[in-house]
């Protein structure tokens, strides 16, 4: 299995927190994949009967003026371009207007999105259903996946998820 697994989110969340110690794992030859000029891809993992191949967005945050429709499309190609998006938020701050400008970007998107919960280490577990109900009544996700990328936790799990989802 292979595909282009897109990151998103806020700027950090902890996007390259996640990308380092997943690559940091195994850097691997690239894909033979046709790629897009507008995606920079950060990073290929392959593991015995898997590749993926993320892609780097820029860190995305509400503008001050509003996007032009033409700034709107450019994103959201993007995300049609690729085969798994991982919204990444930060459950220490919660739902809040940076993510739901996101959220909002997505809602038309077919590609599946992942909620992925980050910074997990940083809450009581108690804390974390609430938060992850707050999202949940907002958008639907293929997936929602609670981790820590500074400690690793639940970061495998992750990754078999992805691979499922390929
Ligand atoms: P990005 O802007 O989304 O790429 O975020 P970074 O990866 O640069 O992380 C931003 C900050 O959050 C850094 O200080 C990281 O050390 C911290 N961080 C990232 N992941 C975690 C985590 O799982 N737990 C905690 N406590 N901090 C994290
Ligand atoms: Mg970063």
Redesign the pocket.
């Known amino acids: 299995k292979s595909g282009f697994v897109s990151i998103i ?10 990308l ?1 110690r997943v690559i940091g794992q195994k850097i691997a030859i690239m894909s033979d994949k046709p790629q897009t000029t507008r995606n920079k891809i950060q990073g290929v993992m392959t593991t015995n009967d898997s590749q993926m191949i993320f892609i780097d967005t820029p ?1 995305i945050h509400k503008p001050k003026h509003k996007l032009g429709d033409f700034m709107i499309k450019m994103a959201t190609n993007t995300f049609r371009e690729v085969d798994l998006i991982l919204f ?1 938020v930060n459950v ?1 701050e919660g739902l809040g207007r940076g993510d739901e400008y996101i959220m909002d970007l997505l809602k038309d998107v077919k590609t599946p999105v992942f909620l992925v919960l ?5 809450v009581h577990p108690d804390e974390l259903l609430p938060i992850i109900d707050n999202y949940r009544s907002r958008q639907e996700f293929k997936e929602i996946v609670p ?5 690793g936790n639940n970061v495998d799990t992750l990754l078999e998820q992805i691979k499922e989802n390929l």
């Open positions: 989110g806020r700027p950090n969340v902890g996007k390259s927190t996640f380092n860190g990444m220490d980050n910074k997990i280490d940083t981790i820590s990328a500074l400690e």
